[in-house]
């Protein structure tokens, strides 16, 4: 399965890109959204840069995110991160 994702473009090269997701860097293709530039906030998908957002979307996403691929909580525990 794969996760749309909220990811920050850091640099560009001929046809791809590098983003910044959670701290860690991806190598991510240009192909659908080739007029991206450093900088731009992005949802990428499968490898693929699919398309710019806003930061405040971006934010958003990846707050519901980090919910979606937090463990569970334990048994009457609330999950952290939802507000």
């Not at 959670?22 to 992005?42: C, E, I, K, N, Y």
């Not at 693929?48 to 525990?77: C, K, L, N, Y």
């Amino acid at each position: 399965m794969c996760l749309a994702a909220p990811a920050r473009v850091v640099s560009l090269g001929d046809g791809d890109a590098v983003v910044e997701l959670g701290g860690r860097r991806f190598p991510a293709s240009t192909l659908f959204a080739a007029d991206v530039q450093v900088g731009d906030w992005v949802v990428i998908n499968g490898g693929a840069i699919v398309r710019r957002v806003d930061p405040d979307q971006a934010e958003r996403m990846a707050r519901a995110f980090r919910v979606a691929t937090s463990p569970a909580p334990a048994a009457g525990e609330e999950r952290s991160g939802a507000g």
